[in-house]
């Protein structure tokens, strides 16, 4: 049997905010069973703090993903500590923060991984569930798209393109299973275009940035000394971001999320129509799905097949 799992003890972390450039401080802390992951903001009148990490509490996807809660109380940038919880096969726990971002560390999701997996988590009661994906969902913004549909296991394919800087066009495609997001996924950072930095900053964004938190383009040039930790750390970064922003279905989904040129809106908009095609998916326990479906089936790869020439995905990945 597959239990939830939870941390083992509190930890801290202690950064600068992406967006505001202020000093911020979070505190992962063990959680009930099946209560899922939590944001409190301290800072905040009591009662007014709790946001939920669910999808349909996103509030804002510039640059980041924003969630708030029904008293108006918003928390930024979640998406790296989401997929950090998620790629630890953490089910619950409660964040605290000390302001209105988690901190952006170094730009990736390693520095909250690697501290998870050395604190431990612990298994706790109740059975671990996850969304099974059973037909294709589709989103589309002008020429960008991101579909779901049936597969065994979590997986992500992503195409991405930028033509004339030195991201380019790239494309990865990943079983998150095993080690594969601390491998494969974790330690891919944020990144940017030098050209876009003051008008970002003269929008109130990007004002912690920096070559300790992301990675700078500046035409086909890398402005960072160290270079890149892949050859295609941009693409395997949006890989990240969608992870994380997929965790707010709140469990596991099994599917396999094909995407171009995504970003948090259409992530967003992704989750949203998810969830309402209540037909599309079932809410199972991880054990009962892995006695059914313990290797990929048949139909499963046949309609994948399919949906890729419906869609033309082969033009772009």
């Given amino acids: 049997?597959?239990?939830?799992?939870?941390?083992?003890?509190?930890?801290?972390?202690?950064?600068?905010?992406?967006?505001?450039?202020?000093?911020?401080?979070?505190?992962?802390?063990?959680?009930?069973?099946?209560?899922?992951?939590?944001?409190?903001?301290?800072?905040?009148?009591?009662?007014?703090?709790?946001?939920?990490?669910?999808?349909?509490?996103?509030?804002?996807?510039?640059?980041?993903?924003?969630?708030?809660?029904?008293?108006?109380?918003?928390?930024?940038?979640?998406?790296?500590?989401?997929?950090?919880?998620?790629?630890?096969?953490?089910?619950?726990?409660?964040v605290e923060v000390d302001g209105p971002e988690v901190p952006i560390m170094d730009g990736s999701a390693a520095p909250f991984a690697t501290t998870i997996e050395r604190i431990g988590t612990r298994k706790q009661s109740a059975p671990r569930h996850a969304i099974w994906v059973q037909r294709p969902i589709e989103v589309r913004e002008g020429d960008k798209f991101a579909i779901l549909m049936p597969h065994?296991?979590?997986?992500?394919?992503?195409?991405?393109?930028?033509?004339?800087?030195?991201?380019?066009?790239?494309?990865?495609?990943?079983?998150?299973?095993?080690?594969?997001?601390?491998?494969?996924?974790?330690?891919?950072?944020?990144?940017?275009?030098?050209?876009?930095?003051?008008a970002l900053r003269s929008r109130g964004l990007a004002l912690g940035g920096s070559l300790n938190n992301a990675v700078l383009v500046d035409g086909e040039r890398i402005v960072n000394e160290g270079g890149l930790r892949y050859d295609n750390e941009f693409v395997r970064h949006k890989v990240l971001d969608a992870f994380g922003d997929l965790a707010l279905a709140g469990v596991p989904i099994f599917g396999h999320y094909y995407a171009y040129k995504p970003g948090h809106s259409l992530n967003r908009a992704l989750m949203k129509q998810l969830f309402s095609e209540r037909s599309a998916w079932s809410y199972i326990a991880v054990d009962e799905f892995q006695q059914l479906f313990g290797e990929p089936i048949q139909a499963e790869r046949e309609s994948e097949e399919v949906l890729l020439k419906q869609a033309d995905i082969r033009q772009v990945l």
């Fill in 152 to 198: 065994p296991t979590p997986r992500i394919t992503i195409a991405i393109d930028f033509p004339g800087t030195a991201v380019g066009a790239q494309t990865f495609s990943v079983e998150l299973v095993n080690e594969a997001f601390r491998n494969d996924i974790a330690r891919a950072r944020t990144f940017g275009f030098a050209q876009q930095l003051n």
């Fill in 1 to 94: 049997m597959q239990y939830q799992k939870t941390l083992r003890e509190p930890i801290s972390f202690v950064g600068i905010g992406l967006h505001s450039g202020k000093r911020a401080k979070i505190t992962l802390k063990p959680s009930m069973d099946s209560s899922g992951i939590y944001f409190l903001r301290r800072d905040v009148e009591p009662g007014t703090g709790l946001i939920p990490a669910r999808w349909y509490n996103v509030h804002a996807t510039t640059m980041s993903t924003t969630l708030m809660n029904k008293q108006g109380t918003t928390v930024d940038t979640v998406e790296h500590l989401m997929a950090a919880l998620f790629g630890c096969g953490v089910d619950n726990a409660l």
